[in-house]
């Protein structure tokens, strides 16, 4: 443990980081690079939650002629579909699993329950957490910072498609200004999209550092983990 900086991180996925090149589905290799980081911080003592998008199955802008509670929960379960993909993929490498949803399907995982979550990552298992926050309206972004904040996590990880977080968007103005220290209000003031809005304001009231790193480069887990100067940190 001495060579890590945080004790128990919750980290954030996207769906499409999943999805690799394709954009859509569950690339296997892409999802088994990000599991053999995850399990080195296991291995390294680290107690480790997942919060996972549905972005690489559904978003709800392709719901938008469906009204917005039925396009919002199918997203949630596409985070289950997710959450099982990696959970399997997580436990062929020897690390323990629990997938947590928050909407019940006890047949293929268990309800989410702060105990047995908190138990769960004591005993050094890795915990996903499935379909947000079990409630319409919310983004998997609050559904990372609500569950950051039950568990007592120290930071999140929030794994991106970009390397930091930019005054815009690198890809249409490459003079685009890379910040490496941003505070919450700033990000809200400059409407910057790390997390959304209500993520974003739920990090800052529960005084939850957010890490913005590039998951295209699955071992910066490990190094953001190790303290490693890397992405833009938001505090």
Same mark, same amino acid.
């Given at each position: ?8 991180? &919750?980290?954030? &996925? ?14 296997? $290799? ?54 099982l993909a990696l959970q399997d993929a ?57 569950r950051a904040a039950e568990t007592e ?26 910040? $490496? =220290?941003?505070?919450?209000? =700033?990000?809200?003031?400059?409407? &910057? ?43």
């Amino acid at each position: 443990m001495s060579e890590v900086k945080y004790k128990r991180v &919750l980290l954030k &996925l996207s769906g499409e980081a999943l999805a690799g090149d394709a954009k859509k589905g569950i690339d296997a $290799d892409v999802i088994g690079k990000i599991c053999d980081q995850i399990k080195i911080i296991v291995d390294m003592g680290v107690q480790v939650s997942i919060v996972i998008g549905g972005g690489n199955f559904w978003r709800g802008r392709f719901g938008h002629q469906m009204e917005r509670t039925t396009s919002d929960y199918m997203g949630m379960l596409a985070t289950a579909m997710n959450g099982l993909a990696l959970q399997d993929a997580l436990e062929s490498r020897g690390v323990y699993t629990r997938l947590q949803t928050a909407i019940e399907m006890r047949e293929i995982a268990e309800p989410y329950i702060k105990r047995k979550a908190l138990k769960h990552l004591d005993r050094g298992r890795v915990v996903i957490f499935a379909c947000g926050t079990g409630n319409p309206y919310f983004t998997t972004d609050t559904g990372a910072a609500l569950r950051a904040a039950e568990t007592e996590s120290e930071v999140i990880l929030l794994a991106k498609t970009t390397d930091a977080v930019y005054s815009e968007d690198p890809k249409e103005n490459p003079n685009a200004v890379r910040y $490496d =220290e941003i505070t919450y209000k =700033e990000v809200l003031n400059k409407n &910057l999209k790390v997390m959304d809005s209500t993520a974003t304001a739920l990090c800052m009231d529960n005084n939850i550092p957010i890490i913005v790193f590039a998951i295209k480069e699955p071992e910066n887990i490990v190094k953001v983990v190790k303290g490693e100067k890397i992405g833009t940190i938001v505090n």
